[in-house]
Nanobody
Framework: QVQLVESGGGLVQPGGSLRLSCAASGNILNIYGMGWYRQALGKQRELVAAITSGGSTNYADSAKGRFTISRDNAKNTVYLQMNSLKPEDTAVYYC??????????????WGQGTQVTVSS
């Protein structure tokens, strides 16, 4: 079993910054991809940014130029640095990880979510 624990959400004013962290633990042999998704009230969950174990990144258009995803493979941790935040960035942010465990079984795990609210 693999657990993902997010931290770093909160309330921030427009134009401000936040840094989200997500640490994976448990029965982990390899983590291939990690990513951040978000779900605003009344909307579907959407990809914000993703990163492979080799460091290749992918961003939603809304995140390009403002958000930066990074990871520490040794710590099984992924980060999301969010700058120039806008009210429309308000959502619950979820961490995701895909990998394999010591039994060579694939896993696809989600964190519990962390609230980000951008408001004056």
């Amino acid at each position: 079993q693999v657990q993902l624990v997010e931290s770093g959400g909160g309330l921030v004013q427009p134009g401000g910054s936040l840094r989200l962290s997500c640490a994976a633990s448990g029965n982990i042999l390899n983590i291939y991809g990690m990513g951040w998704y978000r779900q605003a009230l009344g909307k579907q969950r959407e990809l914000v940014a993703a990163i492979t174990s080799g460091g290749s990144t992918n961003y939603a258009d809304s995140a390009k130029g403002r958000f930066t995803i990074s990871r520490d493979n040794a710590k099984n941790t992924v980060y999301l640095q969010m700058n120039s935040l806008k009210p429309e960035d308000t959502a619950v942010y979820y961490c995701n990880a895909d990998g394999s465990d010591y039994g060579f079984r694939p896993f696809h795990s989600w964190g519990q979510g962390t609230q980000v609210t951008v408001s004056s």
